[in-house]
């Protein structure tokens, strides 16, 4: 029997902060009640300052992100649509499968896993689609398998330049509330994530930012849906209510951890997932090991995806790290099954986190038998963590 804490270092579900936790201990409570929307109508409005979006709709559907994508594709395109999308990775993988499945004709471009969202290419075929049958365009902001992040505004870029008046979907779920979006700004028409990642909560809602334009769209969009209707949801929405049953406890959940994302500030949230990276990427250097990302530009704030060496099967350290040390490391998705384990760094993490992280990632690694330098790793990013504490210290002494 294992003592101690059981370590969580997946890329979600991540770590639920304790004043999260309890927040979602309440009793059962009347979702019809008169002041019900006191409560509800300023969680949307917390939802919109996480989106950076004014103008956007904010809506919350009991599921998981991939619902969100669901909702995203059935109230806004039609069977037979042209849709623009790109494979480098299992989740937008997944986004491009489920999208065959809603009967959608999907361009899709197959980049390395390791690359990111190929804008260039995006540009050319856009370019030459003269009479816009192309009615969407997919980018999966941070593709979790692989732990890479891609430019959503190189891919807003290439669409005005071609003045292209396709859709921009954007799969947010392990980006949005850790590393900056700007849904506004990148001119984002849905963008998806769910409550386990960067708000820091249990798995259970799947959140929808929807702008104007795409609003417009749902009105006469033929895809079937019903639970996932927007005009449902928006309209009982605008009064605080919802259509339907909404998870009450999650709903408290997410106003604790909403008004701890304002409390820390959204620029010093991205700061430290920035700062908490750096520091696992250069453990990950100093134990002689490779991100899967393939350039230091895209290499993800949320998440570091990790070769181990050829001798070495990923799975077995994974399980070493389970059974024999109480900790969980992402596995390798899919073609990277074996090859891969991931250290999910996003959420409600810091740098004692990171440190533990490491240390046992490379306990796990030398029993799977790599030839991992005992303690580098930890070094390495305390070295770089305790770099960025003296700069704040002449800082405030300034």
């Not at 197959?110 to 690359?115: F, H, I, K, L, Q």
């Not at 692989?146 to 003045?163: Q, T």
């Not at 605008?238 to 406890?249: H, K, L, V």
């Not at 409390?263 to 100093?286: D, T």
Request: hydrophobic content about 45%; glycine content about 10%.
């Amino acid at each position: 029997m294992q003592s101690g804490y059981t370590h969580l270092f997946i890329p979600g579900p991540t770590n639920v902060p304790e004043v999260v936790r309890q927040a979602m201990n309440v009793p059962q409570q009347d979702m019809r009640a008169p002041d019900f929307a006191e409560f509800t109508l300023p969680l949307f409005e917390g939802l919109k300052r996480v989106f950076k979006t004014t103008n956007g709709e904010v809506m919350m559907f009991p599921g998981s992100g991939t619902g969100a994508w669901e909702a995203a594709i059935t109230n806004t395109l039609n069977p037979g649509d042209k849709v623009l999308m790109s494979r480098y990775g299992q989740f937008s993988h997944l986004w491009v499968k489920m999208a065959e499945m809603l009967g959608l004709d999907v361009i899709c471009v197959d980049v390395p896993w390791g690359a990111g969202v190929p804008w260039k290419e995006y540009g050319r075929i856009l370019g030459a689609d003269k009479d816009d049958e192309i009615k969407a365009v997919f980018v999966t902001h941070n593709e979790t398998a692989a732990g890479v992040v891609s430019d959503v505004a190189a891919v807003r870029r290439v669409m005005d330049e071609c003045f292209h008046d396709a859709l921009l979907f954007v799969d947010g779920v392990s980006s949005v509330a850790s590393v900056d979006f700007r849904m506004d700004e990148w001119g984002v028409d849905l963008a998806v994530t769910g409550s386990q990642k960067g708000l820091m909560m249990p798995a259970g809602l799947g959140i929808l930012g929807v702008s104007q334009k795409a609003m417009a769209v749902s009105k006469t969009a033929r895809m079937r849906r019903a639970y996932f209707d927007f005009e449902d949801m928006v309209n009982i929405n605008r009064s605080g209510y919802f259509p339907y049953t909404p998870p009450t406890p999650l709903l408290h959940g997410l106003r604790a951890s909403l008004d701890l994302l304002e409390r820390e500030g959204l620029e010093n949230v991205f700061a430290r997932h920035a700062r908490l990276a750096e520091g696992v990427r250069r453990g990950v250097k100093a134990m002689g090991l490779d991100l899967v990302a393939e350039h230091p530009s895209l290499m993800s704030d949320t998440v570091s995806a990790i070769r181990v060496p050829p001798e070495v099967d990923a799975r077995e350290v994974l399980r070493i790290a389970y059974e024999e040390l109480n900790a969980s490391f992402g596995s390798g998705l899919a073609r990277l099954a074996g090859k891969v384990f991931r250290i999910g760094h996003l959420g409600s993490f810091n740098e004692g986190m990171a440190l533990t992280a490491l240390g046992l990632a490379e306990l796990a690694l030398v029993k799977a038998g790599a030839k991992v330098p005992l303690g580098a790793g930890v070094a390495a990013a305390s070295s770089y963590f305790a770099e960025g504490a003296q700069s704040g210290l002449r800082l405030a002494a300034e």
